[in-house]
């Protein structure tokens, strides 16, 4: 209706007022009416973002074009509004992202955002849509190696950058430990019993998944309330933004009190996990008449406290080989998937089980293709959902094939443990996908995405996976890199910066998997990270151009002077610089080893001091990027306690997660931190130690005893986990 258009009869001065308020509420309802109640969360996600600008963009949800329901979206502007059509809230902030990024005004990262928005904004039309249901995001190990010590402000926080990215399918894992607790209450344990089950703070997904039991226990009563007060938060925000949170469900996993108290019931305790050391788990049979009875009731309590739910995670063999008989191995199987499949659909009928693929790949001697399909075979195709997400490591789907008609999802872990070095592979990424689609043998793959153990690392390469489902691979990686520069550093980035990121791409993001994190079975990033041998002279080099690391090094030691220093060119200049100082601390590291070995100690001696210097200089370069912070890790951990005993409980529990881990296998080091205070408190004082053992049997021209010095190590490193 145009104001020109309306012919308000005079003489009835009340029926004109009364004409002219409707009127009124007529021309603001054209204009605001879609900012409404179904983009209310959208509309709080862009205002968080870009405050009042938020107030120029009009939101619609419309119907999608498809009969699986694929997410779409059309952004214009027209006049000084951006109008902005999406079939969900997600996909509306991706779309407002997109345009954002696009025009080079906003950055959005782990590491903090950038906003410099035009008086007015650029004229912009882009429709797009995306053959991917499922944009799926977050391992369950994620919650021990990134979020245990969140508050709501950190998850708000990194679920509107779930938003912005178009992530519909996160994981979400908090709060669970309540759901078991009065679960296992009701069947007659007691509190003294659960507080000998519960795994401490930092190692619960393990335990989640029948790995380990206890370790680093108990869990203060404290934790059940604030992570229960905290997930319904989570879910809640999740669901107005028309997520689908995969939430837990009963695998089939059970306390050894439990197991004590029903002896009659069948269960098998498993072989103690990764090499041993930990505490044995217990598997209820999936024919036990209880598996059902417990299953179900989880989903009951879980539902009263939490809502309902259509995705549950159920993981009965991570890294676990199954207790089947041999002789009757498939028909086992197959009764595991039905069970676990009846009692989620039982308790939540038509939810969709969701499992995670990784077992498939990790164990390829037990999970044959024979294997895998009769433990599917059971289960409703549309009924299970596999997050085959392991594809930078393992070709899982097409070696069973596409998961026999299963629903599932492609992606990558990228990261591991939250170890950080500098990595990536943004063209293999590309090619991986165009690749996918095209395959005629894919089945029903509905869902894509990356589910990092860890976070806050190497955001360019998360930035750059969640375009990939939108521009299914079509937009060259140098045309996607300018615009992410011109978005990151500001609207114009120079040729030589853009020169300089070629050589970090040719460097260092061309590594699909970063192959010495997990070298000669010993875990750690770079040689430094790990718990020192002296087989490191074995070592065959990082992967990666150093060389070309160095030339665009270089390039950005200059170019970062013509920038403010809160622009985000100098944390990437940190980054690519630590990394190719902890490559150079290896190469030295080798050497200097040699040069002991060959009692040379002169050379030893030169090469421990310029190594020393360089661990000192890295260490004090990353101060400046105070989230890559022991520091700050542990403080996050003590704050998060409201006493004490309970704070001092956190604290140990995050320095043992990131060195010792736990077991007598190979996991210290596994979650090893590329961070301030880490060179200097710990990786080089461990080398330090053993480097001058080794110097001084060289001197005495006696036997180097490796095992009692990595012994007398792992003594150091306890001792360091324990103290305050």
Known sequence: MERENLKIKSGNPSKTVVLFFVLLFLLVAKGYCQNGENTKSSIAVLERLIGDRAKDFDLYIIESNDQIGSDSFEVETTGNRIKIRGTSNASICYGAYTFLRDIGSVLVSWEGNRINLPKVWPKYSKKVSTPFQYREYLNACTFGYTTPWWDWKSWEKEIDWMALHGINLPTAMEGQETVWKLLWKEYGLTETQLEAHFAGPAFLPWQRMGNINSLEGPLPQEWFSKKEELQKKILDRMRALDMHPVVPAFSGYVPKAFAEKYPEAKISELKSWSGGGFESTFLLDSKDPLFKKIGKRFIEIYTKIYGKSNFYLADSFNEITPPVSENNKYEELSNYGSEIYETINEAAPGAVWVMQGWLFGDNKEFWTKEATSAF???????????????NDRYKVWENQEAFYGKQWTYGYVHNYGGSNPVYGDLNFYKNELTSLLKNPNKGNVVGYGVMPEGLNTNSIVYEYIYDLPWNQGNEPVKEWLTKYLNARYE????????????????????????????WNDRAGAYLLFKRPTVMVTEFKGHPGDKKKLKEALDILVKEAKKYNKKNFIHYDLIDASRHYHSLCIDE?????????????????????????KQALDVDHMISKQPLNSLDYW??????????????????????TLITLWGGEGHLNDYASRSWHGMYKGFYWPRWKMFLEALKKSAVNTTPFDEIKERESIKDWETNWSKSK
């Not at 599917?376 to 392991?390: E, F, G, H, T």
């Not at 020169?499 to 260092?508: F, R, T």
């Not at 030295?588 to 002991?596: N, S, T």
């Not at 542990?634 to 320095?655: F, H, Q, T």
């Open 634 to 655: 542990i403080k996050s951990a003590s704050d998060y306690g409201s006493s004490p005993e309970v704070s001092n409980l956190y604290v140990k529990n995050a320095k």
């Open 588 to 612: 030295d590291l080798i050497e200097c080893v040699k040069a002991y070995q060959q009692k040379d100690i002169a050379k030893g001696d030169q090469l421990l001091k310029k190594i020393e």
């Open 491 to 518: 609207q114009k980035t120079s040729a030589t910066v853009f020169k300089a990121w070629e050589l970090l791409l040719e460097s260092v993001y061309s590594t699909k998997y970063w192959e010495p994190r997990w």
């Open 376 to 390: 599917l075979s059971k289960v409703p195709n549309d009924r299970l959902m596999i997050q085959d997400y392991a």
